[in-house]
Structures are given as C-alpha cells and as structure tokens.
C-alpha cells in the first residue's frame, strides 16, 4: 500500500554512465515532481510534471531528463554521470488543489565514483 | 531565487522539553508549511498554514504563520525520542506561472533519553 515508491532506493555507478531512477504513486495525484537534497540535506525542486506535462524545468544540467509515461508514473534518466550528481533524488507528488502537500518516496541515494 | 532561513541549524534536547524553530524571509509567501525527514526516508507534511497569523495544531506540534509573512515557527511539546529528525519549513514560490516550494536548510532536532 506504499503511496510513493522508488526504485532503486541505492545506486553506485561509474563516472559517465548513464542511469535512471524510477517512480509510482498510487495516489491518484496529477502531479509529480524531482528534487534533489544535497549531503548538506538542502532540498531542492529539479522538475515538475501536471498530467504528464512539463510545468517546471528549474536550471538543471540537461544531463538530466524526466519522463512521464502517465500521470502515476514520472521517471528521471541521468546522462553521462558525474561526481557531483552524487545525492540523494526525491519523487514526490500533489493534487493541482494542493500543490504545496506533497507527498514524498524514500529516495534514491545515488552514488558516482 | 527566494531562500528561507532556517534556525537553529540543530538542536539537542532532553526528553520532555519543548522545542522551537523557525524560519524567515526577506521576500512575503502565501503559504508557510512544515515537513519531517526521519532518517533514509522522504519528508513527510506536518502542517500546512495558508493565512497571515494563521495558529494550527497537530498533536503535540504548533506551528504559526507570521503576521508579515516573512515568517513561521514551529513549536514542539513534550519531546519525545520518535521527534528525532530534521524539520523542514518550505514556502510557496513561483517557477514561472507554476507554483513550487522552496525549502529551508532544515533543523537537526536530536532527542537525549
């Protein structure tokens, strides 16, 4: 009955490679984002998806690209690794009528050597 | 973009005391809420506050919004071991027509038995 899941919850890879890290909820919200919280546990918005539409694209390497199949799905694929993509990356997801509720998953703590 | 301030940055309490944090900004938010990372796991939503002045309670947490809307605090009674975590105050930001949160740096709260 987990209301935001993600998979993988660790990741360790090699500079260059490429990645990507999934997410679901089961809450039937409309909207679905990507933060990213630093090792100093700074959270901060990467994306955002409204039925499956891009709403928020903050300034992030382009490196970096969501995808969302539906709207109970929104994944992130991360392009050519580097060492300081090293964090640890949050879905979450809203209702449009309560944007600022969100719910979050466990994250995805990712790992470039 | 918009920054919160968030303090103090950690706290360590004994058991049974209360404890308040709070978070400030130079820029007005139409939307103050306060969220709790356990450790390995996403944030979770304590209390959502939408009106200047607003006062709302959530079991043993009370959290008001400033008259200026520059502000909020957070405000926990009767500590207790399972409050161990950090705390989050975010406000509602814009991202072109898109409202998002901004998070604060988060408080370190540490309950000694």
């Known amino acids: 009955d987990t209301a935001v899941s993600q998979t993988p919850k660790y990741l360790v890879t090699q500079m260059g490679n490429d990645k990507s890290i999934k997410c679901e909820q089961n809450?039937?919200?409309?909207?679905m984002y990507w933060y990213k919280q630093d090792s100093k546990k700074f959270l901060k918005i990467m994306f955002s998806y409204n039925n499956k539409e891009l709403i928020i694209n903050e300034t992030v390497p382009n490196r970096f690209s969501p995808k969302s199949p539906d709207k109970a799905h929104l994944n992130l694929h991360i392009n050519s690794l580097e060492l300081g993509d090293s964090a640890v990356y949050f879905c979450?997801?809203?209702?449009?009528?309560?944007?600022?509720?969100?719910?979050f998953g466990p994250g995805t703590r990712l790992t470039v050597t | 973009g918009q920054q919160l301030n968030q303090s103090p940055q950690s706290m360590f309490i004994q058991e049974g005391e209360d404890v308040s944090m709070n978070c400030t900004s130079s820029s007005i938010f139409n939307t103050w809420l306060w969220y709790k990372q356990d450790p390995g796991e996403g944030p979770v939503l304590l209390i959502a506050l939408y009106k200047a002045g607003e006062l709302t309670s959530n079991g043993r947490l009370t959290a008001q919004f400033g008259i200026t809307r520059k502000d909020s605090f957070l405000n926990i009674s009767a500590s207790i071991p399972s409050d161990v975590g950090i705390y989050f105050c975010?406000?509602?930001?814009?991202?072109?027509?898109?409202?998002?949160?901004?998070f604060g740096s988060g408080t370190q709260l540490t309950v000694l038995p």
């Open positions: 975010a406000g509602q930001t814009y991202s072109g027509s898109a409202r998002q949160l901004t």
């Open positions: 809450l039937g919200h409309d909207t």
């Open positions: 979450a997801s809203s209702q449009t009528r309560s944007p600022y509720e969100q719910y």
